[in-house]
């Protein structure tokens, strides 16, 4: 017969990096050579736990290297964005000033058709006097 007194003692918790830490750790008392086989299958679950843990660490160090690498490249892609944004910038400028100076020439000849016109108005204006008193 054999006599076994078995405990599993679990601790589940959150390391540094929050990565689910999961040990078991399961402790046996018996009186038989089946004792050997428990601590085997118990020392195997442990390997098996602290296999996936490693991998969990492995798995949270990629996914910290893939983001600061994604953040690198967004960084970049928004300075070549930025870059041609300031070219686009300067073609617009380059074009706007013709266009403005074009229109100051633009508004500059209205400005002297106008004085002319107005000088046009007051020139009749002076000849319809004097015509007026000469008929009367």
């Given at each position: 017969?054999?006599?076994?007194?078995?405990?599993?003692?679990?601790?589940?918790?959150?390391?540094?990096?929050?990565?689910?830490?999961?040990?078991?750790?399961?402790?046996s008392?018996?009186?038989?050579?089946?004792?050997?086989?428990?601590?085997?299958?118990?020392?195997?679950?442990?390997?098996?736990?602290?296999?996936?843990?490693?991998?969990?660490?492995?798995?949270?160090?990629?996914?910290?290297?893939?983001?600061?690498?994604?953040?690198?490249?967004?960084?970049?892609?928004?300075?070549?964005?930025?870059?041609?944004?300031?070219?686009?910038?300067?073609?617009?400028n380059?074009?706007?000033?013709?266009?403005?100076?074009?229109?100051?020439?633009?508004?500059?000849?209205?400005?002297?058709?106008?004085?002319?016109?107005?000088?046009?108005?007051?020139?009749?204006?002076?000849?319809?006097?004097?015509?007026?008193?000469?008929?009367?």
């Amino acid at each position: 017969m054999i006599i076994m007194d078995s405990k599993i003692h679990s601790n589940i918790h959150r390391n540094e990096d929050g990565i689910i830490v999961a040990e078991k750790k399961i402790t046996s008392v018996c009186s038989s050579s089946k004792c050997s086989s428990i601590d085997d299958i118990s020392k195997r679950a442990q390997e098996v736990v602290d296999k996936i843990n490693e991998s969990r660490t492995s798995d949270q160090k990629v996914m910290d290297s893939f983001q600061e690498k994604l953040g690198e490249k967004v960084m970049e892609l928004c300075q070549h964005m930025k870059e041609s944004m300031f070219r686009v910038y300067e073609e617009n400028n380059e074009e706007m000033q013709l266009k403005l100076q074009e229109l100051s020439q633009v508004l500059d000849s209205c400005s002297k058709l106008n004085q002319e016109l107005l000088e046009a108005t007051q020139a009749l204006s002076g000849l319809r006097e004097a015509l007026s008193i000469n008929e009367v």
